[in-house]
């Protein structure tokens, strides 16, 4: 199993997502990719996978504000694959 | 990839972390807004109102409203608030800041409302020297009638009233409003910025800041041009858009801080992010002689249109 | 009380002094020039701010901001300078800005323009016609009142004789009956407040406290004017009782009308004149009323004929309705003609009550 230090994370309002998909090449580290689901609105929306920074890349790419950013108080392993 | 990637769930915040980034911009009451997939302006919005909030002006700033797409923001908008005609945000922002000099006025108007119907009232708010912020969020095209052509489009572009791509010939040249309004001794603050990508977002968020802080000390008419994306309007794929942007309006309407004035502040990212139009020093007469040469072309037209 | 001799372009910008107008903007033309001059000189004597400017797109659109404050503001041109104002006189007007608008025109032709507008939407605005100086500052302060009263713009109808000529009068503050706060207004005092306000002729307010809407809205408003109409009619009649014929005339015209009826009342001559002070709204009733029995009903205007389809209307076909006006200017076009004459006047009334023709 492969892990990976993680910083930070972010919530995703999925519902409110429009699926433009400007966030997934904003985010440095690459770790956002499009569900294959689509939410209520019939939009694929993002999927968070370990290693986020928590830089804020993708609420501040993101037009319909469905991102909220947090930092990790002590950094954590998280798993990269299943 | 071998195996399918993690995910991480993000329905909720998890317990041991702090909050760094939050969903709603502060002074908006609803995220929610109508404006299509991967438009630049919510981007735009949030830099503008994040700054205001920052610099704690909140209850002390009027908005004036110009009419476009983003006009749905003056519902959602936390702020005392004006709407304005379709051109006119200039003068309406100068007759709210001559009765309460000292409010924080600020306009946002689209390239079609200031550059096309309004130019002669932000030009001549600019030469009065109204101190004023305007914000002009320019996607080169009119998005909310579904795609035409404005003073700012580049040559090359398509919209639905240039379907082979608007010709210098038989259109005209775009409008490089920023280099314009710089050239004016009213104006103290002229900068470009736009929201394609994330540094680009920071980069015009201190643009913004720049601006707002230049109207409180009384500079001088301060203006931020935003370059925002319109995948709509340019009908291109909504992931496309930053990509688009940069390509087109980008060439023409380059990036950068256009004019400050001398005692505007600390000069750093002006002289760093921002080097090669930056003028830490410029004046008005400097900025005349100086900025605008790189662009000073014995040819006349705009070149760098579309790269298609 | 003090009067003084004033020309008319400084008693109306003492007047919008006194009402506590502070904030003017506008572009110069004859002959409302003076006006922008004596308002750009007082204004910031007394803290308030006169701007040259641009164009009149500009000068309307900088009042609105003023007004969107809660300050007093006006604006104003000839009919020509205002003819170029009609898209925010229309919205002013679905924003409920209380806008108070100087016509100093170029004779009576822009009567239209001033009951009807050019502008779109159901928008109307008050329209008051001073016949001289002393008439005008007492109307120039009516004017900001009743926008006030009525959130609802306010036209003073002037002309080159108002404008040039000059009278001695009194231009102390009027007192009128008091107005509700102007809690609509914008400070910016509410941002980041939930409770942030919006100034807007679409009728929207903020989501969590939304206005009626577009439609709403337009809805809205309109019900306003029937309001206006039954309480803002102004109109001075005279020598109607027993009037065999009518003169209607309105602003600087009306008083020499009025001159000659007199006249001609004193030889015997049974004619009476109404004198609509207010031009929107119209007082159909009073012409109505005068039109009772008499043989014919003259309308006096120096232009094509305007003011004549409102006279129509309130005579509702009881009587002859006879053009005796006409377009008269002197040679630049901006200023008085020959027409405006006591004499010449007094013949076309009499052509009429002989039963001559009328003088093309
Ligand atoms: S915060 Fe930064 S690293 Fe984390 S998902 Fe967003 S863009 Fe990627
Ligand atoms: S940028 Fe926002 S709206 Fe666009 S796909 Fe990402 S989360 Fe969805």
């Known amino acids: ?82 | 990839m071998t195996a399918e990637r993690s995910i991480v769930p993000t329905g909720s915040p998890p317990a041991s972390a702090h909050r760094v980034a939050e969903l709603t911009p502060d002074l908006l009451l609803t995220e929610e807004h109508q404006m299509c997939p991967g438009c630049g302006e919510p981007l735009a919005l949030r830099v503008l109102l994040d700054t205001l909030s920052q610099l704690g002006v909140a209850q002390r700033t009027v908005a004036v409203m110009g009419i476009g797409c983003y006009t749905s923001f003056s519902g959602t908008m936390d702020l005392d608030l004006v709407q304005a005609l379709h051109g006119r945000a200039p003068s309406v922002a100068t007759g709210v800041k001559r009765m309460l000099p000292d409010r924080v006025v600020f306009t946002m108007q689209g390239d079609g409302d200031m550059v096309n119907e309004g130019l002669q009232e932000v030009v001549h708010t600019a030469a009065r020297g109204e101190s004023v912020t305007a914000v002009l969020l320019n996607n080169g095209v009119f998005g909310e009638t579904g795609g035409h052509m404005t003073a700012t489009s580049v040559i090359g572009q398509r919209t639905k009233n240039t379907l082979e791509g608007r010709d210098a010939e038989y259109h005209g040249h775009p409008i490089r409003i920023g280099d314009l309004l710089a050239t004016l001794d009213g104006s103290a603050y002229v900068a470009r910025g736009s929201v394609h990508n994330a540094g680009a977002v920071a980069r015009t968020k201190r643009m913004v800041r720049r601006a707002f802080e230049s109207q409180l000390r009384g500079e001088g008419f301060s203006f931020v041009e935003i370059l925002t994306m319109c995948p709509t309007g340019w009908f291109v794929p909504t992931a496309e858009g930053p990509g688009y942007m940069d390509d087109t309006l980008g060439q023409v309407h380059t990036m950068g801080e256009l004019k400050a004035r001398p005692g505007g502040g600390p000069s750093d990212h002006a002289s760093g992010a921002l080097a090669p139009e930056a003028r830490p020093g410029g004046g008005p007469s400097d900025h005349a002689s100086g900025a605008l040469a790189p662009e000073a072309r014995p040819g006349g037209g705009p070149e760098g249109g579309v790269g298609r | 009380m003090t009067r003084r001799l004033m020309e008319g372009s400084e008693a109306m910008a003492e007047a919008a002094v006194a009402s506590g107008c502070r904030f003017f903007a506008g572009y110069p033309m004859t002959p409302f020039t003076e006006l922008l001059e004596h308002l750009a000189r007082r204004l910031p004597e007394v803290g308030g701010v006169c701007i040259n400017a641009e164009s009149e797109l500009e000068a309307v659109g900088m009042a609105w901001g003023a007004l969107a404050t809660g300050a007093r503001a006006a604006t104003g041109s000839t009919g020509q300078g205002l003819s170029l104002m009609q898209e925010s006189f229309s919205e002013i007007t679905l924003a409920e800005l209380p806008l108070v608008v100087f016509n100093m025109a170029r004779g009576q032709s822009d009567y239209f323009q001033a009951t009807r507008g050019g502008g779109h939407g159901d928008y109307r605005h008050i329209v008051l016609a001073p016949m001289d100086i002393a008439e005008a500052v007492e109307l120039t302060q009516l004017a900001f009142h009743l926008a006030d009263r009525w959130r609802n713009p306010v036209l003073v109808y002037g002309d080159y004789l108002l404008a040039h000529t000059a009278e001695a009068v009194d231009v102390s503050p009027m007192t009128f009956a008091p107005l509700p706060p102007k809690d609509w207004a914008v400070d910016g005092s509410l941002g980041g407040t939930s409770r942030s306000r919006t100034v807007s002729s679409l009728g929207v307010g903020k989501v969590n406290r939304p206005g009626g809407g577009i439609p709403a809205h337009f809805e809205a408003v309109v019900p306003k004017q029937a309001a206006i109409t039954a309480e803002e009619v102004r109109v001075e009649t005279g020598f109607l009782d027993d009037a065999q014929h009518v003169v209607v005339a309105f602003g600087t015209p009306a008083k020499f009308v009025r001159y000659v009826v007199g006249q001609l009342r004193a030889e015997g001559v049974h004619v009476g004149f109404v004198r609509p002070i207010s031009l929107w709204p119209f007082p159909y009733e009073a012409v109505a009323a005068a039109a009772e029995g008499v043989r014919s009903v003259m309308v006096f205007e120096i232009n094509g004929g305007q003011m004549v389809d409102d006279v129509r209307i309130g005579v509702q076909g009881k009587a002859p309705v006879v053009s005796i006006g006409g377009i008269s200017t002197d040679g630049s076009g901006f200023g008085v003609g020959p027409l405006l004459d006591v004499e010449v006047i007094r013949g076309r009334v009499e052509a009429v009550v002989s039963g001559q023709e009328v003088p093309a």
Do not use: W
């Open chain 1, 1 to 82: 199993m492969t892990t990976v230090l993680t910083r930070g994370t972010v919530t995703i309002d999925v519902e409110g997502c429009k699926g433009c998909e400007l966030c997934i090449p904003a985010c440095p580290p690459r770790v956002l990719t499009m569900s294959a689901e689509v939410n209520g609105l019939g939009f694929r929306y993002p999927q968070l996978h370990a290693g986020c920074t928590g830089c804020r890349a993708c609420l501040d790419m993101c037009p319909d504000f469905v991102f909220e950013v947090y930092k990790y108080d002590t950094p954590v392993e998280l798993e990269v694959e299943q």
